[in-house]
């Protein structure tokens, strides 16, 4: 069984473009997900501590699988941003939260991956960020 980290604040820097979700729950563990648009691509770092994972998946695509993604409580993601050896699984639940899912495969052995689940707000925080109609998620049920 997975266990999901909660995501429930969103800061944006103004001066940088930058957005950086974080969790109150558990501060010794120090998630963080930054994220900047860097021309057709969005730069996306997820951290623990001194560990980063860093995906650089199209921003058109991304904005397509957001805007298309439908809500599905039974599963924990629906939807893939990336290649099939590093992607952004993502799942949009019907209480408004989103799975996020950065993972990179090493081979057939393994894989190593971050759960997070953004909390309701952070997701419509981070839909406004990305930008008016570029990806609106669809509503909840």
Do not use: C
Request: hydrophobic letters at 40%.
């Amino acid at each position: 069984m997975r266990q999901f980290l909660t995501v429930d604040r969103a800061h944006i820097n103004h001066d940088s473009r930058l957005l950086s979700l974080t969790s109150s729950a558990d501060p010794v563990q120090q998630t963080q997900i930054s994220m900047r648009r860097e021309g057709d691509h969005l730069a996306i770092s997820v951290s623990l501590n001194a560990l980063e994972f860093a995906l650089r998946p199209r921003f058109s695509e991304f904005t397509r699988i957001l805007s298309h993604i439908q809500p599905v409580d039974g599963l924990n993601t629906t939807r893939q941003v990336g290649t099939g050896n590093a992607f952004l699984a993502l799942g949009l639940h019907t209480d408004g939260s989103l799975i996020v899912r950065p993972t990179f495969v090493a081979d057939a052995t393994g894989y190593l991956s971050f759960n997070l689940k953004l909390t309701a707000d952070v997701t419509k925080t981070l839909t406004e960020w990305i930008g008016g109609n570029a990806a609106q998620l669809p509503k909840q049920v």
